[in-house]
């Protein structure tokens, strides 16, 4: 079955690049002049040349013909572009390659493809990866999540390449969760890392923000088991501990005071403000996520947040 990938911000087209790879594949940009002439995306990811079979349209149509649509467009835009398309979208296999909560709703992007588009057939690609390491050729391994396991082996087989390799599992919920949530915690540690609290306040927001997690998961009935695995704490490793992470990075400038791009697109922040709204909703204690949420809506200052998370009741692991 042909494959399509529709985005060309960084990761949909380091997506593209590595299954060119191993045959031809459609990538759909907005404005693809720019990268028609150079064979690389310039603005995204430079230095990266499209393999020959790499085939780039402006026409969604053209690429709306593929069979399996990985959908690489962020999570807070990912409903209206589907409103726009569904037509064209319909009864297609659409592989949302986002990670976050919808800021409106409080929906993941599983659940809003199925809202939008409920003729089609949707699944989740998430995991620890940056955008130049797949594109690069280097080892990644991904988590593959849809609900109807035949078609997420037929997904696992057609996605995987030479250095992306695809683990499944039914637990969408899960799957989602992993990578939205772990967004938020990499914003706290950049914060604390910014700020100069240490490698030990790091260690210790990722440990229990990987309880929240965890916590928010089993509320939703999700498996808190899939939080274990590449799309929890395998992401979760990697966003809290490198600076090739735009959430990261947004909490190294929480922390340092200093101004961050504007225009750069951070999931974790609009996750980290849904995630607070549900857990008030719900009565859930995920004390992290309120700091972070907290810190982004100026309602809190770094010390403070810090005070208040060292100054909680005692508690049992």
Not at 82 to 96: D, G, H, M, P, Y
Not at 133 to 159: E, F, V, W
Not at 160 to 182: F, P, V
Not at 243 to 260: A, K, W
């Amino acid at each position: 079955m042909s494959v399509a990938v529709v985005g060309a911000g960084a990761f949909g087209t380091a997506l593209a690049i590595s299954l060119a790879r191993k045959g031809p594949v459609t990538l759909w940009a907005r404005d693809p002049a720019n990268m028609a002439e150079a064979r690389e995306n310039t603005a995204r990811l430079a230095g990266c040349p499209f393999p020959e079979p790499l085939i780039l349209t402006g026409d969604l149509a053209q690429a709306a013909n593929a069979g399996i649509l990985l959908i690489a467009v962020p999570t807070q835009k990912l409903r209206g572009f589907l409103e726009a398309n569904k037509i064209l979208l319909a009864s297609k296999t659409l592989v949302a390659c986002c990670k976050g909560i919808e800021l409106a709703t409080g929906a993941g992007p599983v659940t809003v493809v199925a809202d939008v588009v409920p003729n089609a057939v949707p699944a989740i690609l998430t995991g620890p990866s940056f955008a130049r390491d797949i594109a690069r050729g280097l080892p990644t391994a991904l988590t593959l999540a849809c609900a109807d396991d035949k078609t997420g082996q037929h997904l696992q087989q057609q996605l995987t390449t030479a250095n992306l390799r695809l683990y499944r599992t039914t637990d969408t919920i899960g799957a989602e969760l992993g990578g939205a949530l772990k967004n938020v915690i990499a914003i706290a540690c950049g914060t604390a890392m910014g700020a100069g609290l240490g490698e030990s306040a790091r260690a210790a927001l990722m440990t229990r923000g990987f309880a929240e997690m965890q916590r928010l998961a089993a509320h939703l009935n999700a498996d808190p088991q899939t939080l274990s695995g590449l799309s929890g704490f395998g992401d979760l490793t990697l966003t809290c501990t490198s600076e090739q992470s735009r959430n990261y990075c947004l909490g190294l400038s929480l922390g340092q005071g200093t101004r961050f791009n504007p225009n750069t697109t951070v999931e974790g922040a609009a996750t980290a403000k849904a995630v607070h709204l549900l857990a008030q909703e719900s009565a859930l204690d995920l004390p992290i996520t309120a700091a972070v949420a907290g810190l982004l809506e100026n309602r809190l200052d770094v010390a403070t947040a810090m005070r208040d998370l060292l100054a909680r009741p005692l508690k049992e692991e």
